[in-house]
């Protein structure tokens, strides 16, 4: 779809012809007929197609399909953005808040809500850091860098350097006292440097235990946070890979900071299953933190997010056409904008209608097909495959993985292997002892599609 441009269209045949005699009377010589010129001259009725259709410029496209971009409208998250602001507003008073955890399925849009918690807390002038979890990584060097970070944008404001040096020497010292990677020497640990020019501290945060150093070093954040007046927001994204021990760890620090009223609060967002991880580490954790759970949208939040930003494209949808929307992207985010965007690109003037939406959605599926679903699909193993087809087969809401073994025709322990390493890949999760589910919605549709 192109913008509207003024310009009057060619006649038929005439397109070179009329292009020279409008250079005529601006008094343009005319151009010699070269191999150049021959190129233009054949180029330029697609041009003039393109141009002077009456409609919308791809290049303006609004929509977003994209790993945690944001889309132009946020919809349907407003009371999740309503919490998150009562959580700022009252550790900023002094009031003992939770932290706060979001879980849901693959594009139901987790990291853009996390990117938007961040973004408040930013206005609000607080410090802020953000990491991705990942499987069998410790979390000590990620959150030593968030925090350094958070305490970077907090410093200009503070009083006494001498109090942020404190800090970062400490900061340093937590960061240095973990394990080396395997495979590394023992010699390397020092050596690492988290840009911090401040010699490291000792006896603080360092013992090399991750529950007593991150519970030091978030009391000590939190009490540079005070000296300023606001608060530190550490934001954890793929927070069910944090491995177990760390898990722990971290529930305990937040469990410290709830206790003395610090403004420091984590933000999580996680799939499905994280309130299990985190409740499995420290049974308190459903008391620590307050949790959102977001799925996909409803249809007014859906036809929202679809016509504020084609209205302010001069662009509308007719009811028949958001209809075949809801229905093809079933409310999820993340399927909105991917189906938008293709619908944009070939309808060839507005309003956009359902004949638009169906000449669109074979492209749409395809590139769902090989960068949302395919691109999950190709990193699991054969046997990993072979079990999520007898998933698929069985439908799309939580199976038992005694089904599953039957579908097979296996012993359920002898697909142990398989569903580890698909639960680790964030390929599938356990909704409950007993039950398997797809992380990524319409995920079983997809592979009851393909080929046997």
């Not at 959150?143 to 305490?151: P, T």
Request: net charge neutral; hydrophobic share 40%.
């Amino acid at each position: 779809m192109v913008a509207a441009v003024s310009t009057g269209r060619p006649v038929a045949g005439g397109g070179h012809d009329d292009l020279e005699k409008r250079g005529a009377r601006c008094g343009a010589a005319r151009p010699v007929a070269t191999r150049r010129t021959s190129f233009y001259a054949n180029l330029r009725p697609q041009l003039y197609r393109l141009i002077e259709s009456e409609t919308v410029d791809p290049v303006r496209n609004p929509y977003a399909p994209g790993a945690g971009q944001r889309p132009p409208e946020l919809a349907g998250r407003d009371r999740e953005l309503q919490q998150f602001e009562v959580v700022l507003e009252r550790v900023a008073r002094g009031r003992p808040e939770r932290s706060m955890i979001i879980t849901g399925l693959r594009g139901v849009g987790k990291t853009v809500l996390l990117n938007a918690f961040r973004s408040m807390a930013i206005q609000r002038l607080w410090g802020t850091g953000k990491i991705e979890a990942r499987p069998d990584q410790s979390i000590r060097r990620p959150v030593a860098s968030a925090l350094h970070m958070a305490i970077r944008e907090l410093a200009p404001r503070h009083r006494a350097p001498d109090r942020i040096e404190e800090f970062l020497g400490v900061l340093k010292a937590f960061a240095q006292a973990g394990e080396e990677p395997a495979g590394k020497s023992k010699a390397r640990v020092h050596r690492w440097q988290p840009g911090i020019d401040v010699p490291a501290a000792r006896g603080r945060a360092d013992s090399g235990d991750l529950e007593i150093d991150l519970t030091e070093l978030f009391v000590d954040a939190a009490s540079v946070a005070t000296d300023v007046g606001v608060g530190i927001s550490l934001f954890v994204d793929e927070m069910q890979d944090i491995p177990a021990d760390d898990v722990s760890a971290l529930c305990a620090a937040c469990h410290e900071l709830s206790q003395n009223g610090g403004p420091l609060i984590v933000v999580g967002a996680g799939l499905p299953h994280l309130p299990a991880v985190l409740s499995a580490s420290k049974s308190y954790s459903e008391r620590l933190f307050r949790y959102a759970r977001i799925d996909r949208l409803d249809r007014e939040s859906a036809d929202f997010a679809l016509l504020a930003p084609a209205q302010r494209e001069d662009v509308t949808f007719t009811e028949e056409a958001l209809d075949a929307l809801y229905g093809a992207a079933d409310g999820y985010p993340y399927f909105v904008q991917a189906y938008a965007k293709v619908v944009w690109d070939v309808a060839p003037d507005t309003p956009i209608t359902a004949d638009d939406i169906r000449v669109a959605a074979p492209e749409a599926e395809s590139e769902l097909a090989v960068g949302f679903f395919g691109s999950r699909y190709d990193r699991a193993t054969p046997a990993e495959r072979d079990y999520m087809r007898a998933m698929a087969t069985l439908g799309d809401d939580p199976v038992p993985t005694s089904a599953v073994a039957d579908e097979l025709g296996r012993k359920p322990s002898s697909l142990s292997p398989a569903r580890d390493g698909l639960i680790k890949k964030g390929l599938i999760y356990s909704a409950e002892r007993g039950l398997v589910a797809f992380t990524v919605p319409h995920f079983g549709k997809f592979l009851r599609a393909q080929p046997a």
